[in-house]
């Protein structure tokens, strides 16, 4: 929003006093509740525009009643959208699979990979206590080579359900050199389920925006293990892009979104990823400033905002007309 209003658009949070006659297009991102539904059908009935944004499958999230209801309403909603936009080419593909009778223009743009330190405001209390009790526990083990693994769950699909294998490779390499694994969540009760297994010290912080980015830094490498699976295989560059925008090497399981940092990052080696990194720092290593520089040449906020910026101007071009575009989130 802030890059197209740098550029002269109009563009707002849907304004519900307003109603949708007030705008030429609406972007429903990642909103999918009966209101958007309902909203997507005055907007269609109006004559306004109908963009869609989707950056995960959710036709391969884990399975529950909550799950049938989204997805019938996705459904529906994808058959209004007069524009659809995919976060990957890979996730273009497979809701196209499931949809086949898509009448929208479809179109992939990744997401703009946003700077964390400017989102997340001043620390509270809570947050400085629990960052202090993790500098103490890396005191603790002075030396080691300290992990992180930071995300969300989807019951067996994805999330810490895939971090007991990446668990078994930090073990292995303990017998030779010090580690840490710390989880960034916010599901701590799967936390406590998965840890009891685990032979290697750990640490649990619970997710904020603020805490997030001065956590990262305190860490060497971040663990990104992913079973390849009809969820997964969709998911975007997001998760290793922000370690290493962050400062952070990256040991990761290869999906076809990670596939370009082949060349910067360890993949599908987790043994050859810790040795790398327990013996030059990533901040040192060639590899991870190439992947920082290609990561901001093509997902940074010109790389990213310049092709929202050219489907609003076609949009322009093709109702002769200045429009306005609200965002609902």
Avoid at 131 to 153: D, I, N, P, S
């Amino acid at each position: 929003m802030a890059y197209l209003r740098e550029k002269g658009i109009d563009t707002e949070l849907f304004d519900r006093k307003k109603g949708v006659g007030a705008y030429e297009a609406i972007l429903f991102s990642k909103s999918l509740q009966s209101a958007t539904l309902t909203l997507a059908r005055e907007a269609k009935a109006a004559g306004t525009r109908v963009i869609f944004d989707i950056c995960d499958n959710i036709f391969e999230a884990k399975d529950t009643p909550a799950k049938a209801r989204k997805v019938e309403r996705l459904r529906q909603i994808l058959s209004l959208a007069d524009i659809i936009i995919y976060a990957t080419p890979a996730l273009k593909e497979q809701i196209s699979s499931r949809v086949p009778r898509i009448g929208a223009l479809q179109l992939v743009i990744p997401d703009m990979l946003e700077e964390l330190e400017k989102l997340g405001g001043r620390l509270s209390l809570k947050e400085r206590f629990d960052l202090t009790r993790l500098a103490r526990f890396h005191r603790t083990h002075a030396g080691a080579l300290h992990c992180v693994w930071f995300g969300k769950c989807q019951g067996s699909k994805s999330g810490l359900v895939h971090v007991h294998a990446a668990v078994r490779e930090l073990e292995l390499f303990s017998r030779s050199h010090k580690v840490t694994l710390t989880i960034i969540g916010d599901q701590r009760t799967r936390y406590w389920s998965a840890a009891r297994k685990w032979d290697i010290p750990h640490f649990y912080l619970p997710w904020t925006l603020s805490s997030f980015s001065p956590a990262m830094k305190m860490h060497n490498v971040a663990i990104v293990p992913v079973e390849k699976n009809d969820y997964t295989v969709g998911k975007t560059i997001n998760r290793p892009a922000t370690a290493l925008r962050a400062g952070l090497g990256v040991i990761a399981d290869a999906i076809p979104a990670y596939e370009e940092l082949r060349p910067f990052i360890v993949l599908d080696d987790w043994q050859q990823g810790l040795h790398r990194y327990c013996t030059t720092h990533p901040r040192d290593d060639a590899g991870c400033q190439a992947a920082r520089e290609h990561i901001a040449s093509l997902y940074g906020a010109d790389a990213v905002g310049s092709q929202w910026l050219a489907l609003v101007r076609s949009m322009q071009s093709e109702a002769k007309a200045s429009a306005r575009m609200a965002i609902l989130d």
